[in-house]
C-alpha cells in the first residue's frame, strides 16, 4: 500500500490551523471561558492578539495540554492531532 506523504507544515498553515482551533475554543461557552482563565486574556485583548503568532502558539500549546481537548479537536478539524506540536513550534519560533 502506497501511502501519501503529507506535505511540510509552513507557517502559513501552522496560523490557520491555529485559527481553526481558536474558533473551535469559540464554539463552546465553557472551553473560552477557560482558555480565557488559565491564560488571563479577556475578550478585548482577544480581538487585538489573535493574528499574532505569539498567540497562535499559545492557543496550540493549551490544546497541546488537554490530550482530551486535543483529540476532540483533532476529530472535529479532521486533522492528525500529531500536526499541533509541530504547528506550535513553527509559531513560537515565529514569535521569538
Given at each position: 500500500m502506497n501511502r501519501?506523504?503529507?506535505?511540510p507544515l509552513d507557517l502559513e498553515?501552522?496560523?490557520a490551523l491555529a485559527?481553526?482551533?481558536l474558533t473551535f475554543l469559540a464554539g463552546d461557552t465553557a472551553r473560552l471561558s477557560?482558555?480565557?482563565s488559565l491564560t488571563g486574556i479577556g475578550p478585548a485583548e482577544l480581538r487585538e492578539t489573535a493574528a499574532t503568532s505569539q498567540f497562535q502558539a499559545g492557543v496550540l500549546e493549551h490544546l497541546l495540554g488537554d490530550e482530551s481537548l486535543l483529540l476532540?479537536?483533532?476529530a472535529e478539524a479532521g486533522v492528525a492531532p500529531e500536526m499541533m506540536a509541530p504547528a506550535q513550534a513553527?509559531?513560537?519560533n515565529d514569535a521569538e
Amino acid at each position: 500500500m502506497n501511502r501519501v506523504k503529507p506535505t511540510p507544515l509552513d507557517l502559513e498553515g501552522a496560523s490557520a490551523l491555529a485559527l481553526q482551533a481558536l474558533t473551535f475554543l469559540a464554539g463552546d461557552t465553557a472551553r473560552l471561558s477557560r482558555f480565557l482563565s488559565l491564560t488571563g486574556i479577556g475578550p478585548a485583548e482577544l480581538r487585538e492578539t489573535a493574528a499574532t503568532s505569539q498567540f497562535q502558539a499559545g492557543v496550540l500549546e493549551h490544546l497541546l495540554g488537554d490530550e482530551s481537548l486535543l483529540l476532540v479537536f483533532a476529530a472535529e478539524a479532521g486533522v492528525a492531532p500529531e500536526m499541533m506540536a509541530p504547528a506550535q513550534a513553527l509559531l513560537a519560533n515565529d514569535a521569538e
